[in-house]
């Protein structure tokens, strides 16, 4: 069984900056690739930005582009986002996902941030 982990998430002022960071764990798990979501209030969720192992290449929404930051370590199953210049409409319940194929198959229960403008 393979569990996900997520933790940092709190109150910030807009400008301000969080990093989360998340762990996944199981007997002999290892991931392709780690991810974050969110779901922003009355939205859908929506995808973040990710990181694959094999090439250490990042993805990232549009409208974080230049302020979030992904980062990791394979070997662990961990995954770092740092976020840089939060605004109020990033305040979001925001979820940890990994996957071995090429489905976002591992999902964490989710850490509330909220912005204040």
């Known amino acids: 069984q393979v569990q996900v982990v997520e933790s940092g998430g709190g109150l910030v002022q807009a400008g301000g900056s969080l990093r989360l960071s998340c762990a996944a764990s199981?007997?002999?798990?290892?991931?392709?690739?780690m991810g974050w979501f969110r779901r922003c209030p009355g939205k859908e969720r929506e995808f973040v930005g990710s990181?694959?192992?094999?090439?250490?290449?990042?993805s990232y929404k549009d409208s974080v582009k230049g302020r979030f930051t992904i980062s990791g370590d394979s070997a662990k199953n961990t995954v770092y986002l740092q976020m840089d210049n939060l605004k109020p409409e990033d305040t979001a319940v925001y979820y940890c996902?990994?996957?071995?194929?090429?489905?976002?198959?591992?999902w964490g229960l989710g850490t509330q941030v909220t912005v204040s403008s």
């Open positions: 996902t990994a996957r071995v194929t090429s489905t976002w198959s591992y």
């Open positions: 990181i694959s192992w094999s090439s250490s290449s990042t």
């Open positions: 199981g007997r002999a798990f290892r991931s392709n690739a």
